[in-house]
Every structure is written in structure tokens, then in C-alpha cells.
């Protein structure tokens, strides 16, 4: 069992908790991930590390499907039943370059442990970091505190830069040299925003979140196609040379149990809202 | 010994086989001739002895029967049950010329469920403890024997487990049909209760750091092969498309037949299709008709070649598992979620280094089998996650670890056996590795 300590609600369904987890803590790199099980009933999820300290380990998650509103239901002082790792490879780090760590979304919870490590690097970190709107935005002051330069964007411009995170990485490429940059955020928005730095040929990766089972290599559940080869997330990755994968089939396959996991989401909804027909009005 | 009804055991996933009653293991331990020299014994992997434990079931003396296994084999209820005994105990058995063999397997699972209904009496921690640190990392039966060997010899064991439950291949791999996960858990924690520790959600190479698990004063890697192998072929990323190990995973070790009570989902599927002729492709094959589905089992040689043990080809096509000989799967037919499995018909040639014909397609003799769900279970091997972080381990053609008699590999205080070092093979062989490799341990404890 392991002890939630700490649980703060970061913007509309995004929740960050820290968790006691001293074997994960004790060897967390930038860039790898956890497997959370809630309970007996539970499913594997895996979570990216988003920070560690001292026994603590942190991550950060939007409540979407059953488990993440279930874990985003638990408070400070209660357990979850697993946490396995740190899993995955760390972050594939340079030292003397320019990085760009972007982070979309929910995606934002992976760029201040990855900008920290690019910035003990000896690397100068620009941070870019978007959400729908001002109130979506999450861990500006963190970001803030680690990288030289950090950009803001939304989509409704209520603030920062009105637009994209690509849109700030386009101005950046046409500007200054960049030597690597980290992508980190929905499938579809790792896919186009990674797009932009292929014609200038500045390495690029991007974290991948398929659907994992055990997390060390022996399901194949998290296979992903790079380079027109099978590899898996979950001990090859989860970051990968991003123009090199083939998101689509990414895409496609994150989709597989969409049926299943409504089904999931409205039993678990039905079960917590008390009443005799239980139903989708709490959805 | 017989098997539930077909029409009642496909609807569950309670155990098939029914086990002996205590007058039917009487009268079968009856029949042992008690041989001088047994060669029954010398069938087994870990050297059970066998006459000992037949002649105290015929005397009735169950207990006795138990307690002779298991100062050979730690895991008896697991291994009467899942050991191919034909080619083993049974196999060498002198009365398989005359008459039917002893049913070894049956009397060993007969002893061993008897002593665990009844309240093991579990065995002392040793008393005398060496101050030896062992890490052991995976918990199949490998690891287990092994962990349950050093501690005996008083040795302070700690077993690092990936998942979050102990068993490797017993827990996910093996349907609870062929082995009640309660059995697998009852004999897990009498090793624990010798006084091992089992850190479970550990992954050696990360939640453990190389140095540190080389600072143990001896490790034995028994990672087993876990990694799934792939066809390479058109269409499989397509969803519905599942090695066996996922698939198995998913039902055993998460419960997804129980889904949405348990979170885990599996595509049960209306039309399945297994690639494979292992024991691992008829689990996979069996768990998909539980599941509700029509099953076709596609196998690349001739039935006869099928590595499978007979008894699950057997379970597999009374519970109306299909099985196409002579095929293999060239391409996934489907639009994102696969419709279809086109095979081709395949033709035996010469012989392979196994002596089992090479099989070789039949230009344009190919057909499509309608599948919504197809699994393919063609063999796994060794994981290499954690034997790619140490460095100075010598590593075998098929990513295998290289070991010598004694489970002993290029790393003088590191020992490896099961599958990691073997490729996939048999619990019993992994339990084998992990005795021979639990005995050099401790005589290399004892010269230094």
C-alpha cells in the first residue's frame, strides 16, 4: 500500500497527488513513468513522473476515464494498492545546447522534471506551455523557476501568446538554433507540433502514452510503430524520435477499448451518485 | 482422474481436471511396483522421490507422501498439475509398456492439495542464519524454488517482483482452469513464510539499481521470457490484434473476464483466432471459448508436431477449439480493428535441427478465416530489459543468459536459470535451474 500525502486540484478534472513510493522516488529520472493500480479491482494505468521529493513521488492527471476520477477522488492520507517503477527510459539529455520543452495540456505535468535536468545539463531551457484557456494552464511558476525563457499560449488567447504551442516554436526555429526540443501532450498535438521541426532537422522527441498492461516489456499491449518498426513504450520509449513514429497508428490503437471504458466510467459514476436509476447526469 | 463435463467447464474458469479421491489415489498408488532402481526419479527435474511418497499414499499416510515431496519440490500442488509428466516421471515409468503408467502427476497434486486443506504444517525458518544477502529477481517458479532453497540453508532472501503479484508465469501466464490462482498463492506463501522477502511493483534495472542489486552477496536472475514475439506480418497494429501474453495477462492476472467488476477489458470477441500450437496458444485458445467466442487454432505443422502437451490439445478440441494444421497466418485483413486472418497452406519439408519438418507455404494456396480477435502465440523470449543494463553478462544467440552447469553466468556472484537462460521452456525445468543454482550459491558461500 501506498500513502497519499498530499492531493490539490490543478485546473478543471486536473489533479496532482504525491505519493509515498520511496523505491520509485529513490531512482526517478526525467521522463519515465509509474504504474498505478488503485485497488484488487484496479487496472495498471501508467502516470509520468512529473516530480519527486524526497520519498515523494508526484503525478499529475486529468480525470477522464474511471480510474483517473477515481484516483482524483481519493484524499491526503488514504492508499493506493501499487505503484511500480520508475518505468521506461530517462530522457535522452545533451549539455551546452539550446533545448525547448513543450508541454500541452494535461502534457505540461511531464516539463518541469525534464526542464530541470536539460537546465543541470548546462543546457539554456526555453519552456513553452499552452492550454485551451488561462484556467487550464498548470504549473506555470514551476516552469517559470527552472527555464531561462518560458512562453504562454492559449487557444482562446485569454493568455500569453493567442494560439498554439507550435505557433511559438515556428517564431523560435525562423529565429535562433535550436538543439533539441521535447513535445509532450495529446497524440494529435505531439504529431503536428513535432511536425514543425522536421524541415529544420532539429531532434525532437515526444513521450508517447499508449494503453500498457505491465509496463516491462512482456504484454506488447504498448507496441508503437518507429521507424516501420515494432517497438514498446513501455521499455523502449516512452520517448521517441518523433519523426519517426507513426502517430496515427498511435492514435487508433490509444482508442481500442473507448466502448469499454464509457461502460467503466458510468457503472463507476452510477455507483457514486446515490441514486436508484443511476444514469449519466453526473457525467 | 476425471474432467468436469465440457458443456459445464466452458462456461467458468473453475478447474477442468477433478482430481483423485483418497481411495482412488490408494488404489492408484497401489499399482507401483516399487521399483529398485526407479526411473521415474530420474525423469524428474528435481529428483522427487517418487516411490517414497506412492508407497505412503497406498499406507494412507498422506501427510508423509506431502512432506517427501516437498524436501524436493516446493511447489507440488503447481507441478502435479502443470508438468508435462508424459515425457518426464510418467514417461520413464516401467509400466507404461504393459499397462498405463502411473499417474504420478495426479498423486503428487492428490498429496499436495490434501496436506493444503488440512493446514500445511509450514516448515520452520531456518534457525541458523548465515548473514548472506541473496537477491533474486522474478518470482516463477524459478525464483521461488531458488528463494525457498537459499532460505532453508539460512540464507536472507529478498525477492524482486515487477508486477504486483508474485508467480511470474503461474499467476499471469496459466489459465485458472489449468491452475486455481489460489493454489499458485497458497504455495507462494509458504516460501514467504520461510522467512523470504517479497518486494512486489520492483522492477531490478530500475526500481533497483544495477549496484545495488550487484551489492547482494549472490543474485539469481529469473526473469524468465517474457518478451512476446511477433509474426511481423500486415495488420498487426490493428486493434483486436493481442500476443498471448497480453491476452493472458489481461484475463489471469487482471481479471478481465470479470470486466467491468474488475477495470481490466479484453476484446472477448465472436470469432477468435489463435496463432500457435503451444501450451501457450491452447491456454490462449481455451480462454477465448470461456470468453464466448468461436475458436480457430492455426498451427504451422502437422497435428503430431504439435509441441503443446497432449492433454491440452486434448481439453482444447473437446471444448470445441478448431485447430487447422498445416497453416500459417500471412496477413491481417481489416480497416483499423481487424474483420480477417488470411493464412496460407503450408507443406512439409526436410527436417529442422529439432527434428520436426520445416514447414515451408504453398504458393497461392491461401484462405481467410472471419476474426474480430486474433492472438498469436509463437513463442516469447528472455525479457532483455534488465540483462541490456548489466554489463559483462554473456548473452546466447536467442538473447538468452549464458550459464554453466551450476546456473553460474560471467559474473562470478551472479546466477541465472528458468527460462532466462534456456528459452521458454517448462515450470519444472525453471524449478530444476533454481535448486542447482540455490546449491552452488551456497557452496560458493561455504569456500569463501
Known amino acids: 500500500m501506498y500513502k497519499i500525502e498530499e492531493t490539490t486540484q490543478l485546473a478543471d478534472r486536473v489533479h496532482q497527488i504525491w505519493i509515498r513510493a520511496p523505491h520509485v522516488a529513490h531512482h526517478a529520472q526525467a521522463g519515465q513513468f509509474v504504474i498505478i493500480r488503485i485497488d484488487e479491482q484496479g487496472e495498471r494505468i501508467p502516470l509520468t513522473i512529473s516530480g519527486v521529493n524526497g520519498d515523494l513521488v508526484r503525478v499529475i492527471f486529468m480525470a477522464v476515464g474511471k480510474t483517473t476520477h477515481h484516483l482524483a477522488s481519493l484524499a491526503a492520507g488514504e492508499h493506493v494498492r501499487d505503484v511500480a517503477g520508475p518505468l521506461g527510459r530517462p530522457s535522452e539529455m545533451i549539455s551546452g545546447g539550446t533545448c525547448v520543452v513543450i508541454g500541452g495540456g494535461v502534457g505540461v505535468a511531464s516539463t518541469p522534471i525534464i526542464a530541470k535536468a536539460a537546465k543541470d545539463a548546462g543546457n539554456h531551457v526555453i519552456g513553452i506551455i499552452g492550454a485551451r484557456n488561462a484556467g487550464l494552464l498548470i504549473l506555470e511558476d514551476e516552469m517559470r523557476a527552472v527555464c531561462d525563457e518560458l512562453f504562454i499560449t492559449t487557444d482562446d488567447g485569454s493568455k500569453g501568446t493567442h494560439g498554439f504551442v507550435s505557433d511559438v516554436l515556428k517564431t523560435l526555429l525562423a529565429e535562433r538554433k535550436l538543439d533539441l526540443v521535447w513535445v509532450i501532450g495529446p497524440a494529435i498535438m505531439m504529431k503536428v507540433t513535432s511536425g514543425v521541426t522536421q524541415p529544420f532537422g532539429v531532434k525532437t522527441f515526444v513521450s508517447l502514452n499508449p494503453i500498457m498492461v505491465d509496463g516491462s516489456g512482456m504484454c506488447g499491449s504498448c507496441r508503437v510503430i518507429v521507424g516501420g518498426e515494432t517497438r514498446f513504450a513501455c521499455v523502449d520509449g516512452p520517448e521517441f524520435d518523433a519523426h519517426q513514429v507513426d502517430f496515427n497508428s498511435l492514435m487508433a490503437r490509444q482508442r481500442v477499448y473507448t466502448e469499454e471504458e464509457k461502460v467503466a466510467l458510468e457503472r463507476h459514476q452510477a455507483a457514486h451518485c446515490g441514486c436508484e436509476e443511476g444514469g449519466n447526469h453526473h457525467a | ?448
Not at chain 2, 245 to 269: C, I, S, W
Not at chain 2, 401 to 414: A, E, K, N, W
Open chain 2, 1 to 448: 482422474m476425471l474432467d468436469r463435463k465440457v458443456n459445464e467447464r466452458i462456461r467458468d474458469f473453475h478447474e477442468v481436471a477433478l482430481g483423485f479421491s483418497a481411495d482412488e489415489a490408494i488404489l492408484e498408488a497401489e499399482r507401483c511396483l516399487q521399483c529398485k532402481k526407479p526411473l521415474c526419479v530420474t525423469g524428474c527435474p528435481v529428483g522427487i522421490d517418487i516411490p517414497a511418497f506412492i508407497s505412503a499414499i497406498a499406507a494412507g499416510d498422506f501427510s508423509v507422501a506431502a512432506t517427501t515431496i516437498k524436501e524436493q519440490n516446493m511447489l507440488p500442488a503447481i507441478c502435479g498439475r502443470v508438468c508435462p509428466q508424459e515425457t518426464q516421471c510418467e514417461g520413464a515409468c516401467v509400466l507404461k509398456n504393459k499397462d498405463t503408467p502411473i499417474n504420478i502427476g495426479a498423486l503428487e497434486r492428490f498429496a499436495a492439495d490434501w496436506e493444503r486443506e488440512r493446514g500445511f504444517s509450514a516448515e520452520q525458518k531456518s534457525r541458523e542464519q548465515t548473514g548472506r544477502r541473496v537477491a533474486v529477481v522474478g518470482s516463477g517458479p524459478a525464483g521461488l524454488t531458488a528463494a525457498a532453497e537459499l532460505a532453508r540453508r539460512g540464507h536472507k532472501v529478498t525477492i524482486f517482483e515487477s508486477l504486483h503479484e508474485a508467480g511470474g508465469v503461474l499467476s499471469y501466464g496459466i489459465p485458472a482452469f489449468r491452475l486455481p490462482k489460489e493454489i499458485v498463492k497458497a504455495e507462494i506463501d509458504q516460501v514467504l513464510a520461510m522467512g523470504v522477502d517479497l518486494k512486489v511493483n520492483y522492477l531490478v534495472g530500475r526500481s533497483v539499481s544495477v549496484p545495488e542489486l550487484l551489492a547482494f552477496d549472490a543474485v539469481f536472475i529469473a526473469t524468465g521470457a517474457g518478451l512476446p514475439g511477433f509474426m511481423g506480418i500486415e495488420g498487426e497494429q490493428m486493434n483486436g490484434v493481442y500476443s498471448a501474453n497480453e491476452y493472458l495477462t489481461r484475463v489471469n492476472l487482471m481479471h478481465a473476464d470479470q470486466f467491468p467488476v474488475f477495470d481490466t477489458p479484453v476484446k472477448a470477441g465472436s470469432r477468435v483466432v489463435v496463432a500457435g500450437g503451444g501450451n501457450v496458444a491452447m491456454d490462449a485458445a481455451r480462454v477465448a471459448r470461456r470468453m464466448g467466442a468461436r475458436v480457430t487454432l492455426v498451427y504451422r505443422r502437422r497435428e503430431e508436431d504439435l509441441p503443446a502437451r497432449r492433454e491440452e490439445v486434448v481439453h482444447a478440441l473437446e471444448e470445441g477449439v478448431e485447430i487447422i494444421n498445416c497453416a500459417a497466418p500471412i496477413r491481417l485483413l481489416g480497416d483499423g480493428v481487424v474483420t480477417g486472418v488470411e493464412c496460407v497452406t503450408m507443406k512439409m519439408c526436410g527436417l529442422d535441427g529439432s527434428g520436426r519438418p520445416t514447414p515451408e507455404p504453398v504458393a497461392d494456396q491461401t484462405f481467410v478465416i472471419d476474426a474480430d480477435v486474433f492472438i498469436e502465440a509463437i513463442g516469447q523470449s528472455p525479457n532483455p530489459l534488465l540483462i541490456r543494463e548489466v554489463s559483462g553478462l554473456s548473452i546466447g544467440a536467442r538473447g538468452n543468459l549464458v550459464v554453466d552447469d551450476d546456473g553460474r553466468t560471467s559474473i562470478g556472484h551472479v546466477f541465472a536459470g528458468g527460462d532466462v537462460a534456456t528459452g521458454a521452456a517448462t515450470v519444472i525445468l525453471a524449478m530444476g535451474a533454481g535448486k542447482t543454482a540455490a546449491a552452488a550459491i551456497d557452496r560458493m558461500f561455504k569456500e569463501q
